[in-house]
């Protein structure tokens, strides 16, 4: 699974932006593979790594859809129908759940 940085700059203007300053409340359901800040492990040089081997997989992911005016994100940075661990059948239906119960708050 790759590891990439965020590919959009935080201070650009997204959809999910807009709607938001317009006082809606946004959501990103789903895949995610537009890159993530992946915190890297201590005594790595930088806070920041692509390397699976240094990133620190115990800290939350930084740069995505959240600080790119989504006020939620309850999905993967990677393809999760097709890469361990989370690879299955009820993935879609899980989203599907989540982004109903998101939708009626």
């Known amino acids: 699974m790759p590891y990439e940085p965020p590919i959009i700059e935080p201070d650009r203007t997204t959809l999910a932006s807009m709607l938001k300053a317009r006082g809606y409340t946004t959501a990103c359901v789903g895949k995610w593979h537009l890159g ?40 993967t940075a990677g393809c999760s129908t097709s890469d361990a661990p989370t690879a299955s059948s009820t993935t879609t239906g899980r989203w599907a759940s989540r982004a109903f119960r998101l939708r009626k708050r």
């Not at 790595?44 to 240094?54: H, I, K, L, N, R």
């Not at 990133?55 to 939620?72: A, K, M, S």
Request: net charge negative.
């Open 36 to 75: 993530h800040l992946y915190p890297a492990k201590a005594g790595v040089a930088g806070p920041y790594t692509s390397d699976e081997q240094e990133i620190d997989f115990e800290r939350p992911l930084e740069g995505g859809p959240t600080r790119l005016g989504f006020d939620t994100f309850f999905g």
